[in-house]
Structures are given as structure tokens and as C-alpha cells.
């Protein structure tokens, strides 16, 4: 297992010198959406842990939850036996991408997925490199692909996510986040990426609040990025309200300045015994000739426009 922990550790290292460089306490780039590095496993699950009830992640709009609240990963709970081959496979593949050689590594991905089709590691791998490629159309095969063969690989669900919203398609993106996080709550990259996905492409802020709070309660240590992301939607958030509040006051304010005024002027007319009286300058009647040649006239007008 040492190419395991090896290859872990130094994908590690890289996201957490990006997320360093990357750290700031405004809002979020639009690039800042968090790819789980980490999920190189190349194993395939049957089902949720026995027991284990499917979480509804807009729970977390009301309340936050602890890591235990969700129970193990089913995804890594059931993992199955896998060869030290198929192991050594792998890990030369994803060597191949640390060292650069995209070519080398895609076309033994894509051996890999051939070879091993009860295993959902190498289509998410091989959708990493595609995406990473700016191959959006091909990544989103190989998500897809890896979803269909493990349903519960929820690492391959968040990088469909990206894939969708690279794509500009939010609704399936903010599904996918979803449908992860109702496999396992305890997954944390979908709740910031869908927290992003809300601020920064939907418009919805106050949804966005939540999800990056329930992120951070799952950090051993608050990620100070997401806690300057937070803080910034409190913002505005109440800048906001505020504004609508003014807006609302004035119009009402408006509205009943206009009431009184209509009411003065009613009052004035009914002490005065006045009323309303017509502006136009009365016209002399028309003879009875004049009636009829009007008639006429309207009536050969009305009929020209109908036939043209």
C-alpha cells in the first residue's frame, strides 16, 4: 500500500499549497471550487452502510452537524478486494500525470477502464485529467461513467458537479452536489463547492451561508478562506436587507403622502360645494347632413382597411 499512501500525500501537498497561494477573506473566484484530489481508489461499493439513513443536505439550513452525526463513508465502508496489480496499474497511471506525461497517462486510463469494469477510480481519473485538459465534453463521459459504475463514489459525483458548472449548466451541478451529500453528509467538498455554486453563479447567497458554515463545522480547524466567505455574505446579506427596508419605508411613505393629499383636495371640493368640471370647449352640434356623411365616411375607411 506504500504507492497508495505516497501518491495521497503528495496530491495532498499540491491542494494545500494551491488553497495557501489561493487563501483570501473576500468572496470567493470563480475558480476556487474544491476537486477532491484524494479520491485515486480504484474500488467499487454495493450499497450505503447498513442502517445508514440518506441526508438531506438542505437540513443544514437550519442547523449544522458534527462529522459523527453522519456515520461512516459507504463509500469506502464496503471496499472490496483489490489486486496488487490492478494496484501497481493505477499508480503507474498516476504517476505518469504527476510527471507531466498526459498522454502516456490518458491512454493508460483509458486501459485501466477496459480492463477493470467494476471499478469506478479509473473513468473519475481518467475525467480529472480530461477536465484538467479543458476537455469538458470528454471529462463529463468519464464522470459519468464512474457515477453509472459506482453509484455511491461521491468524489465522482462532485467533479460531475464542476463539470456541469463549467458547462453552465447549474441545475444538474447543484444535483449532483446534492445527490453526494444525501449519500454521505459527511462529504465536505460538496458543501463549499455548492456554496460556491449559489454565491458566485446562482445568486443566492443566503443558501450559500449555510453550506459554507457546515463545510467549516466539518474542519478539524475553520478554514479561514470559507470563514472570510461567510462573513462577507453577513454583509451584504444585511446591507441588503437594509436597503430593501429604506426602499419599503419611502414607498409607503410616498403611498400615504399621495392618500392625503387625494383626501385634502376631497375635502377642499366638498366644503366648497365645487366639482369636477370638464376642460374641453363644448362643439356646436352637427346637422343632421354633416351626421350622415361622417357615417359614410367611417364606414368606406373601416372597409379599405379591411381589404388591404
Not at 494545500?16 to 485515486?40: F, M, W
Not at 445508514?52 to 469506502?76: E, R, V, W
Not at 468524489?155 to 447549474?170: P, T, V, W
Request: charged share 25%; net charge negative.
Amino acid at each position: 500500500m506504500k504507492w497508495f499512501t505516497d501518491a495521497r500525500l503528495r496530491l495532498a501537498l499540491v491542494a494545500s499549497v494551491i488553497l495557501v497561494l489561493s487563501a483570501c477573506s473576500g468572496a470567493p473566484r470563480k475558480n476556487e471550487a474544491e476537486s477532491d484530489t484524494s479520491a485515486v481508489a480504484t474500488g467499487t461499493q454495493t450499497g450505503n452502510v447498513a442502517g445508514q439513513q440518506a441526508f438531506n443536505p438542505d437540513a443544514i439550513m437550519s442547523s449544522q452537524y458534527t462529522a459523527a452525526s453522519f456515520g461512516p463513508d459507504p463509500y469506502l465502508a464496503n471496499a472490496p478486494y483489490v489486486s496488487d496489480i490492478d494496484k501497481q496499474a493505477m499508480a503507474d497511471a498516476l504517476a505518469l500525470i504527476e510527471d507531466g506525461e498526459t498522454e502516456k497517462a490518458q491512454k493508460a486510463l483509458e486501459s485501466l477502464v477496459e480492463s477493470l469494469p467494476r471499478f469506478s477510480g479509473p473513468a473519475y481519473n481518467l475525467a480529472q485529467l480530461k477536465k484538467d485538459q479543458k476537455d469538458l465534453e470528454g471529462a463529463q463521459k468519464a464522470a459519468q461513467l464512474a457515477v453509472e459504475r459506482n453509484q455511491y463514489n461521491t468524489h465522482a459525483r462532485n467533479l460531475l458537479a464542476l463539470i456541469y458548472r463549467e458547462q453552465g449548466d447549474f441545475e444538474n451541478a447543484e444535483a449532483q452536489y446534492k445527490e453526494a451529500l444525501s449519500i454521505w453528509g459527511g462529504y465536505a467538498p460538496a458543501y463549499r463547492n455548492l456554496g460556491i455554486l449559489y454565491d458566485m453563479y446562482m445568486g443566492q447567497p443566503e443558501k450559500a451561508l449555510g453550506y459554507y458554515k457546515q463545510y467549516n463545522m466539518l474542519q478539524a480547524k475553520p478554514s479561514k478562506q470559507v470563514t472570510g466567505w461567510t462573513v462577507d455574505i453577513e454583509r451584504r446579506v444585511a446591507a441588503a436587507r437594509k436597503r430593501e427596508q429604506a426602499e419599503l419605508e419611502a414607498q409607503q411613505a410616498a403611498e400615504a403622502a399621495a392618500a392625503a393629499e387625494v383626501a385634502a383636495q376631497q375635502e377642499a371640493s366638498a366644503a366648497t360645494g365645487d366639482s369636477p368640471q370638464s376642460s374641453e370647449t363644448p362643439q356646436p352640434a352637427k346637422s343632421e347632413d354633416e351626421t350622415i356623411q361622417q357615417a359614410a365616411e367611417a364606414e368606406v375607411q373601416s372597409t379599405d382597411t379591411s381589404v388591404q
